[in-house]
């Protein structure tokens, strides 16, 4: 099971990183002016929706909102924002990851290489040159004895 999760881990580098400058982003440019406003238009009593409106309009894509929502008075509405989102790329990241283990141990092996047979090889394979069997195992041809080979598959003329 180890080896499974390595795999998908190693097959998910580059997602791990988009999602990292995606929670970068959507913290900037969504989180911070949407906590900003909802603290604003909730200072006078319930929510004002068009002061809310007003101000998240005010604090949308601003790189001054970062210092404003990390101050005492809106930092606690701006970490559970924080929270839901962290929760949320989790999930998802938690999704990707069990959608790219592997289905068997096999996948993603050639089908044509001799790597998989590591404890079969015989003795009498050459490494360098023959009749090719596969990506590195040779029949040396000039063997005394039977050189009979028996193809499975197929081959196809285009």
Do not use: Q
Request: aromatic residues 10%.
């Amino acid at each position: 099971m180890g080896n499974k999760i390595s795999y998908a881990l190693s097959k998910c580098k580059i997602i791990f990183i988009i999602v990292l400058v995606l929670w970068l982003l959507i913290s900037i440019v969504l989180i911070m002016p949407a906590s900003i406003a909802l603290v604003d238009s909730k200072s006078n009593g319930p929510l004002d929706t068009d002061l809310f409106a007003e101000s998240i309009g005010e604090n949308f894509g601003k790189f001054s909102s970062i210092g404003k929502a990390l101050s005492n008075e809106y930092r606690g509405t701006f970490m559970k924002g924080e929270m839901i989102l962290i929760l949320g790329l989790f999930a998802a990241g938690a999704i990707g990851i069990i959608k790219t283990l592997p289905k068997n141990e096999y996948s993603d092996i050639e089908h044509g290489s001799s790597d998989w047979a590591t404890g079969e090889k015989y003795s009498i394979l050459n490494k360098n040159k023959g009749i090719i069997l596969a990506e590195k195992h040779y029949l040396p041809v000039d063997k005394r004895g039977n050189v009979n080979v028996l193809v499975v598959g197929r081959f196809r003329f285009w």
